[in-house]
């Protein structure tokens, strides 16, 4: 059986943290439609939107014509159903959005994020792939983070040492992201678990790189937000079944 971050724990409450803090890592996906609003043209481009107070409220002011809506109209639609914890409908209605803009990196962020949410991780892997394909050069490391993270749980869709290129990748863009420092850990130890000789050595020097690069982010854990802690908690997991090679033997 392959090992993915369901089965590598023999401990029960070790695999529960690890299942939770995929949701504190994965939230890093909801700043896709902040950086949207950052880059909106004018504050008064928002202000219709103010008139209503559901979803079906914004449905009803974009109007029935949705090739006349704007990749900023399907944004907020979309992250009305996300602030309601509704995956669902947020993946679908990114999902839809795509379809009129297929470069838009926000909204498939949007949708890959919501897909992990709701445990559909083959789904996101294939969005965040077409994702990436189509927009070519992201504006920030989180398409690339959220994907290998979401890999992590279906290797039979992309095998690990894709996952430690794309979280390399998003730490070029932003080496002191502790999400993806986060799920750099999670890949290397993943690797390390399945590997012998050269591979599993390799993987245990990354992993403590990483493991020390990780540290400053522990101290979020003072801010006491319940995503935060549980992800600490998850790089916690991968340190105590680790310990017992804290320091790697080369195989020469």
């Known amino acids: 059986?392959?090992?993915?971050?369901?089965?590598?724990?023999?401990?029960?409450?070790?695999?529960?943290?690890?299942?939770?803090?995929?949701?504190?890592?994965?939230?890093?996906?909801?700043?896709?439609?902040?950086?949207?609003?950052?880059?909106?043209?004018?504050?008064?481009?928002?202000s219709r939107y103010h008139t209503?107070?559901?979803?079906?409220?914004?449905?009803?002011?974009?109007?029935?014509?949705?090739?006349?809506?704007?990749?900023?109209?399907?944004?907020?639609?979309?992250?009305?159903?996300?602030n309601k914890n509704d995956s669902r409908m947020a993946a679908t209605i990114a999902s839809q959005g795509l379809q009129y803009y297929?470069?838009?990196?926000?909204?498939?962020?949007?949708?890959?994020?919501?897909?992990?949410?709701?445990g559909e991780y083959a789904r996101a892997v294939h969005t965040l792939e077409t994702g990436l394909r189509n927009v070519g050069n992201p504006s920030n490391g989180i398409m690339e983070n959220n994907l290998a993270w979401a890999a992590l749980w279906v290797p039979r869709e992309m095998d690990r040492q894709r996952a430690r290129v794309l979280y390399k990748r998003s730490l070029a863009r932003n080496a002191n992201s502790c999400e993806t420092l986060h799920t750099g850990l999670w890949v290397e130890y993943a690797i390390a678990r399945e590997s012998r000789g050269v591979q599993k050595y390799d993987a245990l020097k990354?992993?403590?790189?990483?493991?020390?690069?990780?540290?400053?982010?522990?101290?979020?854990?003072?801010?006491?937000?319940?995503?935060t802690l549980v992800e600490v908690a998850g790089a916690s997991v991968t340190y105590e079944t680790e310990e017992h090679t804290s320091e790697p033997h080369s195989p020469y």
């Open 52 to 82: 209503a107070d559901s979803c079906s409220g914004i449905r009803e002011v974009l109007g029935q014509d949705k090739s006349a809506w704007s990749q900023t109209d399907w944004l907020v639609y979309a992250s009305c159903f996300e």
């Open 1 to 46: 059986m392959a090992i993915t971050p369901r089965t590598i724990f023999t401990n029960p409450a070790a695999a529960t943290v690890a299942a939770v803090s995929l949701l504190a890592f994965s939230a890093i996906g909801t700043l896709a439609f902040k950086v949207a609003h950052e880059n909106a043209s004018s504050h008064e481009s928002y």
């Open 206 to 227: 990354n992993f403590l790189v990483l493991r020390d690069k990780y540290e400053p982010c522990e101290r979020r854990i003072e801010s006491g937000d319940w995503k």
């Open 102 to 118: 297929p470069a838009s990196e926000a909204l498939y962020n949007l949708e890959g994020y919501h897909e992990i949410v709701l």
